[in-house]
Structure formats: structure tokens, C-alpha cells
């Protein structure tokens, strides 16, 4: 072959149809089963072909979460690509997260090479190809995918991409795996004939007419009508409409657990972000994507209350047992539900001063406390105090269980795109979430809050070291109570007079002491911040801020209250 002609590998017609299709990153952990695409990387970069921006992470837990952050914002899938078997258990939460959280994401992993004879390009020539080979590697993930596939012939490759991508990004949207031996990746693929355009996601349809007619009467009959959602902000376009029906036909709104930002905080007809909450007085209940309305040992809606539940998963097939009482259920495109809605809606709402005058009441009820200017610093201090850095390009990535509540309710965000957590329990999310929100959206002010045990779940040496290497700066705040509050959390749930609590013995402090915001800085060039008074607490995250403007990630980190006494290691303790 003349050198400079270029074998079109299966790895190399991957590249190019991914570009073609608008895909900007590849998030990867190399390994043996790579060599077909490093080569390709370095022969198309020196041709100056289009390619998606390989971004080599440390860890995969990078690699998928990185992805997921850029997948809510921009709802394109990007490329993830992890070795063989190992490389695909290092995944870890980030799998499930990318599962629960509805993102598109196209993961790919090779498996190990089939032949040993020597005579085919990607041929076993390494003891690891013996050990490495499993017999049902997609069986690893595929409760998470919404499909998976191995690439048997490398001329298939365009089709297969452009399914994956098709699959991927259609309602609801989700990861997908892709396997291939190394064999297959090195081989002949020509060139695909896939059009993207051709290959088109597959949207959900509208309600009928008589469906949106009997909502928009139920809501006009209802004198305590209550919206619950967590996910109808991935489409900024959904929380407007939202915001304006809400004032149109006077219903509240409650936000649980919200992966994006939903309903403007500061709306008169917010009625907050606690579970629970007035579900068992509203008379009417519409549940617009949410997975967990509210918890059914602890509330359960009123006699007669009618339930509508739309949703872009109303089933939750993924999941095992899942019920909540609803008359009606339709799986729909909140937005467009939305708008067909607001088309029956006419300027006059009958039984609205009704409505408004409950929301006014309820409201009413919890009335903000004062700030503390004595002790440890508290969480509800430390949210306040960003909550000053906020402005119009801010973007907050938030994980940190227990504060789940807490901090959405002291931010109170107005602005679609402006909040994101993962929609899912895989923890270590947010700090390399934080690395594709940057990635998607370059001009923002992305402020990362974190737990203490979310941040040490999240590789930060990977983190900050990507984060670094890709020019993706991002502020940490660290709220760090010396532990894991969310086991305790549960314990006292369980047990709530039991011997955990008498004699503060959770086995939770794991981390006390350490210096957490050194870890960025000794891996990714972080400027780190440690913070234990309140009379530095404003000032240092403003420094900070200005740091993370100037190109370069900073962490703070914030003790607040610990949560035990208790010392791991000495003796007598386990």
C-alpha cells in the first residue's frame, strides 16, 4: 500500500460518521484492544480529517460523566470509549446514572481478539487477550442500555453508528454499548453511505383533543391543583410554558429531587422543592416527569383526588416495583402536551382566585429562618453565600444527597439551564459532570457543589487532571461535614432511637481531615481553598470565582457542621 494512502479501518469510518453526525467529543481510557483507533486518531489529525476531539481521561467514571454533563445541555450523544471488559466495570455508577438520567450517550468497548494465528491485523499478541476475553460482556451493562450490539463485520459500521445515535436520542433517550473484537476495528469498512439525516430519533406524539380537553377541565375544576416534576427542564422551552399556564390557570408547583432547573424559584405559584409536600391536600395531582412523585409510607393523595401522570417514561420499565396511583397516564413529549394546553387556554380561568388564594396559604407556612452568626458554618449558609455568585451565565451541577432539598431551595434559580444534577444514586457524578457542562457551554460560570463523599466517589485526580488538560474550568464548592451523611441519614430513618444514635457510632467519617481541595491541586493545577470560618466564607468564593474566570479550576473547601464524633481506626472501632 502506498504510505500515504489510508487503510479506512472500521475505527476510522466510526470517526468520520460520528462527526458527520454532529458528534463533538470522544471520552476515552485506551487500552490493548485500541490500537485501530489511535492509529486513526493520529492519521486523521495529520490529514486534518474531521474527527470528534479525543478527550483521554483517567478514569471512566471521567469518561461517561463527562459525556452525561454534555449530553443535558446540548442533547447530543457524545462518544465514550472503554477497554474491553475492565474498562467497562471502571464505568461504575456513571452507567446508571446516564440510565436513570435519560441521557443519549454511545458507548463503545472492544473485546478482546478472537484469532491467534498471526495472520490478521489485530491478531492475539499478548497474554492479557487470553484473560481478558468474556463470554458475555454487553451482560455488564445491559440492564442500563437501551440497546447493545457487537459489530461483526467492519463494512457494517456506518449502519450500526448511525442506529446507536438513532436509538440514543430517541424518547426516552439513554446509552447504548457497542462492541468489537480488535480484529474487527482494524479491518476493511469502505465508505458508509449512512445519511444522518436519514436516520431521524423517533419523537412521542400529542395527546387527542377529548385527553387535552378533559385535563384542562380538571384543572379548571380543581380547587388545590398541584404539579409535581423533576426532568420537564431538560427543554428550557417546557419551563416556560409551564410557568406561564401556572399563571394563567393558578396551580402550584413543586420540584422533587430536580435533575434541571423546572419552574423559575422565584414564580409567585412555586410551592418548593420537598417530597411530600401538599400531596395529601391537592384535589387535583398532575405529575409531569417525575420518577418519585412522592414516597407512599409517608403520604398518599387525599380521597377523590384525581392523578394524571405524563411523561416521557411514565412505566419506568428500567425499573423493578414502581406504582403510583393515576387515572390517566400517557407517555408524551411534556412540551408538546404543554403547548396544546396553552392553545385551550383562554384569558379568563374560572375558580382561579380559589387556587391562588391555597397557593398563597401554603406558601405561607414555612417562613425562611435567619442565617446563623454563631457555630459551624451550615449548609443552608454556605448555599446562600453562592447564591451571591449567581448571575445570568451561571450554571450550578449540584450532588450531594442529603442536600437534595436544602440547596435547590436556598439557590431558588430562575433561568432554564442554570441547575443539573444526574437524575440518578451513582455518586462521584458531579465533578466530572462539571467537565462536559464547561465542554457544551465554554462562556458559562459553572459552580460544582459537591458533598465531601461525592467528591472523593469522583476520581478527582482524573477530574481536575481533564479538566485542566481540556481547558474546562469549574468551581468547586465542597460541603464537606466530615463524612457520609446519607447512611446515617437512613439509619435514623430505621432506627431512630437505636444504639447508632445514643452512642454517635455510624461508621461514616470516612475522609475526616483530609485536605480534599489539595487533591486538585496536586493533580490539575487547582487553586485550593480551605474554609472553616464564616467571616472568610464570602470573600474566598468570590476569589475563587474570579480564578475559575481567569482559566484555572479552584475547589473550596467548606466545613460545615460534622456529622459524628466518632474516629474511624482507633481501637475497639471496626
Known amino acids: 500500500m502506498n504510505p500515504q494512502e489510508s487503510k479506512n479501518t472500521a475505527a476510522r469510518e466510526l470517526l468520520a460518521i460520528s462527526a458527520r453526525a454532529g458528534i463533538r467529543y470522544m471520552f476515552t481510557n485506551l487500552g490493548s484492544d485500541h490500537p485501530a483507533f489511535i492509529e486513526a486518531f493520529a492519521d486523521m489529525r495529520e490529514r486534518g480529517e474531521a474527527m ?6 483517567p478514569h471512566e467514571m471521567t469518561a461517561l460523566s463527562a459525556a452525561h454533563g454534555y449530553a443535558m445541555i446540548t442533547r447530543v450523544p457524545q462518544l465514550v470509549l472503554v477497554h474491553v471488559d475492565i474498562g467497562t466495570q471502571n464505568l461504575g455508577g456513571s452507567v446508571h446514572n446516564a440510565a436513570r438520567g435519560r441521557v443519549p450517550a454511545i458507548i463503545l468497548a472492544g473485546l478482546s481478539p478472537v484469532t491467534d494465528g498471526g495472520d490478521r491485523v489485530g491478531t492475539r499478541n499478548e497474554f492479557i487477550h487470553y484473560i481478558q476475553d468474556m463470554t458475555r460482556q454487553h451482560e455488564l451493562v445491559a440492564p442500563y442500555m437501551k440497546w447493545c450490539y457487537e459489530l461483526r463485520q467492519p463494512e457494517t459500521v456506518g449502519p450500526i453508528m448511525a442506529r446507536a445515535v438513532q436509538i440514543a436520542t430517541s424518547s426516552p433517550e439513554g446509552p447504548v454499548y457497542i462492541t468489537g473484537a ?3 476495528w482494524e ?35 380543581a380547587e388545590r391543583p398541584l404539579v409535581i416534576t423533576s426532568y420537564l427542564g431538560r427543554n428550557p422551552r417546557a419551563v416556560s410554558l409551564l410557568a406561564e399556564l401556572s399563571h394563567q390557570l393558578g396551580f402550584g408547583v413543586c420540584e422533587v429531587s430536580p435533575a434541571y432547573m423546572n419552574f423559575p424559584g422565584d414564580h409567585p405559584n412555586h410551592l418548593g422543592y420537598r417530597r411530600n409536600s401538599f400531596v395529601d391536600e391537592a384535589d387535583l ?3 409531569l416527569d417525575v420518577d418519585v412523585p412522592w414516597i407512599n409510607s409517608k403520604v398518599r393523595p387525599k380521597p377523590g383526588a384525581r392523578v394524571f401522570h405524563i411523561d416521557v417514561d411514565p412505566l419506568k420499565s428500567g425499573l423493578g416495583y414502581w406504582h403510583f396511583p393515576a387515572h390517566r397516564i400517557y407517555q408524551a413529549e411534556t412540551t408538546g402536551v404543554l403547548e396544546q394546553l396553552a392553545a385551550v387556554v383562554g384569558p379568563d380561568s374560572p375558580g382561579k382566585a380559589t387556587r391562588q388564594k391555597w397557593i398563597a396559604e401554603v406558601r405561607g407556612r414555612t417562613p425562611s429562618a435567619p442565617l446563623p452568626t454563631s457555630g459551624p458554618i451550615t449548609p443552608e449558609e454556605l448555599t446562600a ?42 455518586l462521584g457524578w458531579g465533578i466530572n ?21 461525592c467528591y472523593m466517589f469522583g476520581v478527582p485526580t482524573s477530574a481536575f487532571w481533564v479538566a485542566k488538560a481540556y481547558h474546562a474550568p469549574f468551581l468547586t464548592v465542597i460541603i464537606n461535614n466530615g463524612g457520609w451523611n446519607a447512611p446515617k441519614h437512613s439509619t435514623l430513618g430505621v432506627h431512630p432511637e437505636g444504639n447508632a444514635r445514643r452512642n454517635d457510632t455510624y461508621f461514616v467519617t470516612v475522609g475526616e481531615g483530609a485536605r480534599l481541595a489539595d487533591i486538585a491541586a496536586a493533580a490539575g493545577g487547582a487553586e485550593a481553598f480551605r474554609v472553616s470560618e464564616r467571616a472568610e466564607l464570602k470573600s474566598t468564593l ?6 475559575v474566570r481567569g482559566g484555572r479550576c479552584a475547589v473550596v473547601d467548606v466545613w460545615v457542621a460534622r456529622i459524628s464524633a466518632q474516629v474511624l481506626g482507633e481501637k475497639g472501632t471496626l
Open 52 to 57: 470528534p476531539e479525543v478527550v483521554v481521561c
Open 182 to 184: 480488535r480484529e474487527i
Open 187 to 221: 479491518g476493511a469498512a469502505g465508505s458508509s453511505r449512512e445519511v444522518p439525516e436519514e436516520w431521524p430519533a423517533s419523537k412521542l406524539g400529542s395527546l387527542p383533543d377529548q385527553d387535552i380537553g378533559e385535563l384542562h377541565r380538571a384543572l379548571i375544576e
Open 285 to 287: 395531582l398532575l405529575l
Open 385 to 426: 453565600a453562592v447564591g451571591e455568585l449567581v448571575t445570568d451565565r451561571t450554571m450550578v451541577i449540584f450532588e450531594a444527597p442529603t442536600s437534595t432539598e436544602l440547596i435547590p431551595t436556598g439557590l431558588r434559580l430562575k433561568n432554564p439551564g442554570s441547575y443539573f444534577n444526574c437524575g440518578g444514586a451513582g
Open 433 to 453: 459532570g462539571a467537565i462536559g457542562a464547561k465542554l457544551a457551554r465554554p462562556g458559562a460560570d459553572v459552580i460544582a457543589m459537591i458533598g465531601d463523599g
Open 542 to 547: 468570590k476569589r475563587a470565582l474570579e480564578i
